[in-house]
């Protein structure tokens, strides 16, 4: 059984080693950027009150996020286990996912610099419908443009403009870096296991420094 946590600034490469890392395991990502991207697209009440706190690159509130991973928890699939994708992103977060009874075997923090980070969100293209991510250059689609599976077209995130990828760091560094610490500290207590990983290498590179150490 892996229950594991994906840290990282935005735009680490956190969704495009998930997606690996569900496929090796058969585990679902639980990612509630795509979570919250599929309540604005759909039009819901949920997606009426975040999208604006998307857009701004802020973060949604923990009550929602605490609710939305109660729910994600009662579906089947997750009974051997599952991917958390930029979840928690505060210590609010951790504290309630503590209390829902996970059994954490492992915490990856992928690390890059800021500048890098700013550099990657602009050739970022996105699939809506599923998550799965791209760049136009370092992990390009078959053809250009569209999704490798599905052949539909390919989006660039609304909050992957240049200013609004800065708050994002910014946010990162404020309220989820603190992070780290209170998983470090679990880690040397012997409850999971906690990893660093180098990020700025290669997709392929990353995955590797990855799969070696769960
Ligand atoms: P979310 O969707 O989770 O965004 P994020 O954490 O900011 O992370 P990203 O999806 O931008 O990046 P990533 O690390 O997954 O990198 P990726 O693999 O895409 O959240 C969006 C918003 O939702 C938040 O701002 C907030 O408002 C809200 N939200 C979500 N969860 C929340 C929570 N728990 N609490 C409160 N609010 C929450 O890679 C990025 C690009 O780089 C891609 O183009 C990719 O192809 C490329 N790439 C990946 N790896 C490499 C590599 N090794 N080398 C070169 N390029 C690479």
Do not use: W
Request: aromatic residues 6%; negative net charge.
């Amino acid at each position: 059984m892996k229950n594991i946590i994906l840290l990282g600034p935005p735009g680490a490469g956190k969704g495009t080693q998930a997606d690996l890392i569900c496929d090796l395991f058969k585990i679902p990502k639980i990612s509630t950027g795509d979570m919250l991207r599929e309540a604005v697209a759909s039009g819901s009440e949920l997606g009426l009150e975040v999208s604006n706190i998307l857009d701004s690159g802020r973060l949604v509130s923990d009550d929602i996020i605490g609710s939305l991973i109660k729910d994600r928890l009662t579906k089947p699939d997750c009974i051997n286990g599952s991917l958390f994708d930029g979840v928690p992103r505060t210590i609010g977060q951790a504290e309630q996912l503590a209390k829902m009874n996970i059994d954490f075997t492992h915490v990856i923090e992928i690390h890059v610099e800021d500048q890098i980070i700013v550099d990657r969100m602009s050739g970022r293209r996105v699939h809506p419908k599923s998550g799965r991510n791209y760049h136009i250059d370092f992990n390009p689609p078959d053809k250009e443009g569209v999704d490798n599976e599905t052949g539909d077209p390919l989006i660039q995130r609304e909050d992957d403009k240049p200013e609004t990828v800065l708050k994002r760091l910014h946010v990162y560094h404020e309220q989820t870096k603190p992070l780290t610490d209170f998983y470090i500290n679990l880690s040397n207590a012997g409850n999971l296991k906690f990893f660093t990983i180098d990020g700025s290498k290669s997709v392929e590179s990353v995955f590797q420094q990855i799969s070696i150490q769960l």
